[in-house]
């Protein structure tokens, strides 16, 4: 269970899978526990404001900053979630689930320049090529706390 004032400690255990809806949301899970645990100082080798959180608040239209402001309030998920839609764009529930299957989908097919490195990645971890960039998330932090 997720304690809202020190969150998880990420050196000890990986966070949320990005595939993970919280509040409606993919990403945001894992976008939390970074959050929660930089703020805490346990943050280990993750990273807080990365490429993938901002995914999730570009498509929402906010701010890494003002996004960390919140949760350092000691907020719920539940509350996390209502503050992303009330505080970014206006999105339909259409339209955030849209975005969902296609961040959970993508493996940069799009991007072959990203698509080389994936492929890669993948195959160190056992993984099929043509795998998710989550697939890889999920089994990259399975490898890194294997008890």
């Known amino acids: 269970m997720t304690n809202y004032k020190t969150g ?9 899978s990005p ?7 993919a990403i945001l899970g894992r976008t939390i526990d970074k959050c929660r645990a930089l703020l805490f100082g346990k943050v280990g ?3 807080f ?6 995914q999730l608040f570009s498509f929402m239209e ?7 402001a919140y949760v350092a309030e000691g907020h719920s998920d539940e509350d996390i979630g209502i503050w992303m839609k009330s505080h970014g764009a206006t999105k339909t ?3 955030i689930a849209d975005w969902n299957d296609k961040v959970c989908r993508n493996n940069y097919s ?13 195959v160190k971890l056992g993984l099929d090529k043509d795998a998710t960039l ?14």
């Open 110 to 122: 799009d991007k072959r320049d990203n698509k080389g490195w994936l492929e890669g990645e993948n």
């Open 62 to 68: 906010v701010k890494g900053a003002d996004f960390k």
């Open 49 to 54: 404001d990365c490429p993938l959180d901002n």
């Open 45 to 47: 080798e993750y990273h």
């Open 19 to 25: 595939r993970l809806l919280v509040g409606g949301f």
């Open 134 to 147: 989550f697939d890889y998330l999920d089994a990259d932090d399975k490898s890194a706390f294997k008890k």
């Open 93 to 95: 529930d259409a339209e």
């Open 8 to 16: 998880k400690d990420l050196t000890q255990e990986s966070p949320r």
